[in-house]
């Protein structure tokens, strides 16, 4: 039956009706890990208008969750991804001490090396050390190592931000200048802190790998008096409540699976992450934290699992999403891999990432959040290194072979 003016007025009256009816808002991020929580801490410097929304029923929930989380130096030769890693230390040891963290501890952290060839590693790093260290038994000190707790930092970095909780966004689409958010909520400016689960964003070049990842918490009788990392790490003890007893962590491995890009990571983790993995995983974790120090009269407390979101190249990736379909429209010669400048490039308005932080996410996420921020606020420039523009650059070049 086709449809007559009247219908068609009552049609795109409901529908002005729903759109008027959305709640409105200058900022939303999506995710309520320690991306996103870092994120919101940054803007709400700059703006009362921000909702944070996670699916699960808590803040740091995915991967931070997981996490251990230590915050310990990257050794070795001069890089870029060491430079990044040792200025992000710098930078969050002295962000979780400002803002007033309890659960931040920052009690030094000793690195043994794995082995004799580890060790002569060890050894020719010295003259690059960026954090000052003592050797101390087979291992060496530094004074910088400290832990958090994920949930505690997340819920203070978003106290005063607004949330919405057990909330999956299925689907964003722009409108004119906003996003809306399952058509239910409207934004000016949308930022993703996904982690591993990318599914909101279609652009092929923002290629994150989930590696998964697993953490126990134990009880023993040993009181483990420093933090350590060797194969593993360890944490620091705490006294417990019963006596002689003490509680430490132990993380973290490390697994990848194929064909897990897209999946829903909460809920269809299990099928990869198994029951016997898991329990692997365990036993793994007690005889690599045994091999730095014996825990006796060990208990498992507690055996939590996350997906850490791994780029390509190891580097994170923060700013606006670039379009590539209209910037190919524009620029066919991209295919021959002609270099365009990141500005001429067409970017999908007010859509941002903060994304790739891997296994260090509670070590980079403060610096980068910042540094996001400071983009989308006052145009500060983001290094290439950790742009989505170096992603497009690499993909674009490789898309006339494809
Ligand atoms: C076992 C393990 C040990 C680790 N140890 C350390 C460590 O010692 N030190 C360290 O610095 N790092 C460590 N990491 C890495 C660190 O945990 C991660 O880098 C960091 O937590 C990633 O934060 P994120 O905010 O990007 O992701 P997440 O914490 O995964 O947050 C993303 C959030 O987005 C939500 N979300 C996604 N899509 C949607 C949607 N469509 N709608 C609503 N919500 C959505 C998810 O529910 C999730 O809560 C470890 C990781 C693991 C797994």
Redesign the pocket.
């Known amino acids: 039956m086709e449809e007559g003016t009247g219908d068609l007025i009552i049609k795109y009256s409901m529908k002005w009706l729903k759109m008027s009816k959305l709640k409105e808002y200058d900022y939303v991020i999506?995710?309520?890990?320690?991306?996103?929580?870092t994120t919101a801490y940054f803007l709400s410097k700059y703006s009362n208008s921000i909702l944070i929304?996670?699916?699960?029923e808590k803040?740091?929930?995915?991967?931070?969750?997981?996490?251990?989380?230590?915050?310990?130096p990257l050794l070795g030769k001069p890089n870029k991804l060491k430079d990044l890693i040792s200025q992000s230390l710098k930078f969050s040891t002295t962000f979780y001490k400002k803002i007033n963290s309890q659960s931040f501890k920052n009690d030094g952290i000793c690195r043994i090396p794995k082995n004799d060839g580890d060790k002569e590693k060890f050894d020719s790093y010295k003259p690059y050390m960026d954090f000052e260290y003592f050797e101390l038994n087979d291992g060496y000190f530094f004074n910088v190592g400290s832990?958090i707790n994920?949930l505690e930092v997340c819920e203070l970095l978003t106290k005063d931000i607004q949330k919405k909780m057990k909330?999956?966004?299925?689907s964003i689409v722009q409108n004119n200048e906003s996003w809306i958010l399952n058509s239910e909520i409207k934004t000016k400016n949308l930022i993703?802190?996904?982690?591993?689960?990318t599914?909101?964003i279609k652009e092929e070049y923002l290629d994150i790998r989930a590696?998964?990842?697993?953490?126990i918490d134990l009880s023993t009788t040993t009181n483990v008096n420093m933090n350590y990392h060797k194969e593993c790490?360890i944490s620091k003890a705490i006294k417990s409540d019963e006596r002689n007893l003490y509680k430490v962590s132990v993380?973290?491995?490390h697994h990848r699976f194929n064909n897990d890009k897209n999946l829903d990571?909460?809920d269809e983790y299990s099928k990869f992450y198994t029951k016997d993995i898991m329990n692997n995983d365990t036993s793994k974790l007690i005889n690599l934290a045994n091999d730095i120090l014996k825990l006796d009269d060990v208990k498992v407390n507690d055996i939590?699992?996350?997906?850490?979101?791994s780029s390509s190249d190891y580097f994170p990736m923060i700013g606006r999403l670039i379009d590539s379909k209209k910037s190919f429209e524009k620029f066919p010669h991209l295919l021959n891999g002609t270099h365009i400048k990141e500005n001429m490039l067409i970017s999908i308005d007010n859509l941002y990432v903060?994304?790739g932080?891997?296994?260090?996410?509670?070590?980079?996420?403060p610096y980068l959040a910042n540094e996001l921020v400071e983009n989308i606020i006052n145009n500060k420039k983001i290094d290439e290194d950790i742009s989505t523009y170096r992603l497009f650059k690499r993909w674009a070049k490789k898309q006339k072979n494809n």
């Open positions: 999506i995710g309520a890990g320690i991306t996103g929580s929304i996670d699916k699960n803040v740091a929930f995915g991967a931070s969750g997981a996490a251990g989380a230590f915050l310990s832990w994920p909330y999956d966004v299925v993703l802190c996904t982690g591993a689960n599914k909101l590696v998964w990842g697993q953490k790490s993380g973290a491995t990571l909460d939590k699992i996350g997906a850490r979101a903060l994304n932080v891997g296994g260090r996410g509670f070590v980079l996420s």
